[in-house]
């Protein structure tokens, strides 16, 4: 899966109403749903929350996803779901902090038999850095883009030029002999009780492999943990721009329904 910037269907005066879009993200404790404005990059509703069914199978999640779209029941477009595992063509193929029987699932398969409609299911680091691209932090810089999510693990999203390159899954480079997400995701700076400075270091081995690595223009970095960004990032010191994302939370459903809305 490749995309490019798309028009908008405003007419040239202005008008026309926005165009509308639904996301859902499946995480580790809540599957969040929300109609997106796809013209403003924005929810056009609160989101709801259903907690995450325990096992995380695709067989009960199936239904919690259906139960969080039909609470939307003017929308009746196509649907874009984010996954927390590479995705290939609708088929989740690993499951580093998910059930291990995603791996080898027709995830769009399950989900539009489940919704009755189109569906397209995207990892969750990807939509939200195509969202960041499109509407926040990254919107307007050109050239090479890497947006990471710092959250029980680091998700990636690599733009290049606005178009989206998927599943580059670099939380699971190997830095000092360890798969980086290990060591200096938010959920370790949490389990190991971390300072903002312990944890800032495990930071710097980490950012300044990757742009070692790949020479970006810019480094957004996201997550939940990216709302206190002024505790961790100014202790980094990396030749690259490195900056906060600005939809957060909401990054993944929008950029979830974004890329739905553009399927062919
Ligand atoms: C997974 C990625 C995911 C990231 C953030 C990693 O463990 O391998 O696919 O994007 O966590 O959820």
Redo the contacts with the bound molecule.
Sequence with gaps: MATTTPSSTSDATGGGSPRRGLGVDIGGSGIKAAPVDLDAGSFAADRVRIPTPQPATAANIAPVVSTAVNSFPDYRGPVGITF???VQHGITR?A??VDKSWIGTDAEGVFSDALGRRVLVV????AAGLAEARFGAARDVKGVVVVT?L??????ALIVDGTLVP?T?F??LEVDGHDA?KRAADSARERQDLSWEQWAKRLQRYYKHLEDLLWPDLIVVGGGVSKKHEKFLPLLDLRSPIVPAKLRNDAGIIGAAALAAEQR
Aim: hydrophobic share 25%; charged share 20%; aromatic share 0%.
């Design positions: 927390p595992a590479v690993t580093a902090n990892n969750d680091a990807d999510t959250g029980t693990g680091i998700g990636s599943n899954e939380g699971h997400e």
